[in-house]
């Protein structure tokens, strides 16, 4: 019986196991994803050094414009809890991250990787019942956001957490503005 994964793995379950530090570090940011998809403040902070930081830019003009920035790992968590937007009914996002580039050198490590969000909304089935010919996935996929993802581990405890997180998007950024 196949059941759906109810939540990332916790920071204490992306312990070494006997994988290789690039694999455990490349765990931690699709535990990252995965706690941005779910809105999880809790699980997003313990992915954080507690003096971590998170800095956001655009890059997409050519050069680096500063978008914001983020201090604390619970400051980041209440960042993804309380100003990513809510999902829609029948709505999720999904973060992708590919082409990792992987270094590691002792209890620090880098990956820079490519990342895409994509915003999906499944359709609503009609009150009669869906139409003749109707099959497969009803709704939508859409890539909302790309870019660049560039983060500084620290294994500490024998943990992987994140102590630096750059986020380069190639479109302008609106954020709530108090």
């Known amino acids: 019986m196949i059941t759906e994964s109810a939540s990332p793995p916790s920071p204490a379950g992306l312990a070494a196991a006997g994988r290789s530090a690039e694999r455990q570090v490349e765990e931690v940011v699709a535990a990252y994803v ?23 830019y655009y ?3 050519g050069g680096r414009d500063p978008l914001g920035s983020v201090r604390g790992a ?15 009914p029948r709505g999720w996002s999904h973060h992708t991250t590919f082409n ?7 209890d620090t490590a880098t990956i820079d990787v490519q990342f895409l969000v994509y915003n999906v909304v499944g359709r609503a089935e009609p009150a009669g019942g869906w139409p003749p010919g109707a099959v497969g ?5 859409t890539p909302i956001e790309s870019g660049y993802n560039r983060s500084t581990l620290r294994r500490v405890n024998g943990k992987w957490l994140i102590a630096e997180h750059v986020i380069s998007h190639d479109l ?3 954020f709530p503005r108090d």
Not at 100 to 106: E, H, R, S
Request: net charge negative; glycine share 12%; aromatic share 4%.
């Open 59 to 61: 890059t997409g003009s």
């Open 100 to 106: 990792p580039i992987i270094a590691v050198d002792g």
């Open 172 to 174: 302008p950024y609106a």
């Open 34 to 56: 995965r706690a941005a998809d779910r809105r999880d403040g809790s699980a997003m902070s313990g992915l954080f050094t507690e003096d971590a930081v998170v800095e956001i």
């Open 137 to 141: 996935a009803q709704g939508s996929i």
């Open 74 to 88: 619970a400051a980041i968590g209440q960042a993804v809890a309380g100003l990513m937007a809510p999902h829609p």
